[in-house]
C-alpha cells in the first residue's frame, strides 16, 4: 500500500504475525515493512508509523545515499573525512618548505601540509595519515586486549584490502585494513580481538565466537557500525 503524511509518501506493507510487539524494517528499495502483533487495529498501525515518521524519512534518506554509493570526494576545504568514527573538515596549507607531505589533527580539523596544491598530493597525505594512524590504533588495542590470550602475534602490519578489515594466518601474522583509522576506537577493538581469536581458533565456530563474546560481549554493535557505515570510509 501507498500511505502519504506530512506532504511525504512511502510504500508500505503491513504483515501481521504471532507477536507481542511492532517491528519495522525498510529494504534497499525504500520499502517499508512493518510486522504487527495479530488482532491490531489498521489504524493503530498507521498511528504507529506516523509516530515514527520522522525516523523513517531518516532511515530512507541514508538508504538512498548509500546505494548511491561512495561519493567523489572534493580536495579542498568544502570536504570532510571520517577520523575515528566523526567527520572533520580539512584545511590545506601550501607549504614549500616541509620536507614531506603530511596529515595534523587539530582543532577538530585535519590540517593537510603539502608541498603542491594537487588533488593527488592531498589524498595520498591523507592515506599516509591513516595508515599510521591505524598502525597505532590497532597496536595500542592490541596491548590492552593481550591480557586475555596466552599468544601474541608475530608481526602487525597494515595494507589496502579491498575485501577484509583484518586477517591473521597460521603464523599469527595479523594484518589490518589501513580505513579501520575513520571507525570508532571500539569497532577497531573488535576488528583487533577478532583476529586476535583467530590465533586461537582459526576458523569461525562456534568456540571462536564463544571467545569473541567472552572478551566483547557487543561485539554485534561493532559489526553492524562497519556494515551500515563502510560505505563512507574512503579517500
Known amino acids: 500500500m501507498i500511505h ?14 504471532n507477536r507481542t510487539s511492532f517491528g519495522m524494517t525498510i529494504d534497499q528499495f525504500g520499502n ?35 546505494m548511491s554509493g561512495p561519493q567523489e570526494k572534493v580536495y579542498d576545504h568544502s570536504e570532510s573525512f571520517l577520523y575515528l ?18 596529515v595534523v589533527f587539530k582543532g577538530n580539523q585535519l590540517h593537510i601540509f603539502v608541498r603542491q596544491l594537487e ?13 599510521q594512524q591505524c598502525k597505532s590504533l590497532v597496536e595500542k588495542s592490541i596491548s590492552s586486549f593481550q591480557s586475555n590470550f596466552k599468544t601474541k602475534p608475530r608481526s602487525i602490519r597494515i595494507n589496502d584490502s579491498k575485501t577484509t578489515w583484518g586477517t591473521c594466518d597460521s603464523r ?13 576506537q571500539k569497532v577497531i577493538d573488535y576488528v ?7 590465533m ?6 562456534r568456540s571462536f565466537w564463544r571467545l569473541v563474546g567472552s572478551i566483547m560481549p557487543d ?16 579517500v
Not at 599469527?172 to 570508532?184: D, R
Not at 561485539?219 to 574512503?234: D, R
Open 200 to 205: 586461537v581458533h582459526l576458523n569461525h565456530d
Open 192 to 198: 583487533v580481538v577478532h583476529e586476535m581469536c583467530h
Open 32 to 66: 517499508v515493512e512493518v510486522q504487527a502483533p495479530k488482532g491490531t487495529p489498521n489504524e493503530k498501525v498507521i498511528e504507529l508509523i506516523e509516530e515514527k515518521w520522522d525516523l523513517i524519512q531518516q532511515k530512507l534518506k541514508e538508504m538512498k545515499v548509500r
Open 85 to 102: 568514527g566523526n567527520t572533520y573538515p580539512i584545511q590545506i596549507f601550501h607549504d614549500l618548505d616541509i620536507q614531506q607531505d603530511h
Open 4 to 17: 502519504t503524511y506530512a506532504g511525504e509518501t512511502i510504500r508500505l506493507e503491513i504483515k501481521y504475525k
Open 172 to 184: 599469527l601474522q595479523l594484518t589490518f585494513n589501513w580505513k579501520l583509522a575513520m571507525a570508532p
Open 119 to 131: 588533488d593527488e598530493k592531498v589524498k595520498q597525505a591523507l592515506k599516509r595519515f591513516y595508515y
Open 219 to 234: 561485539y554485534k554493535e561493532q559489526e553492524n557500525w562497519l556494515a551500515v557505515s563502510s560505505w563512507k570510509m574512503t
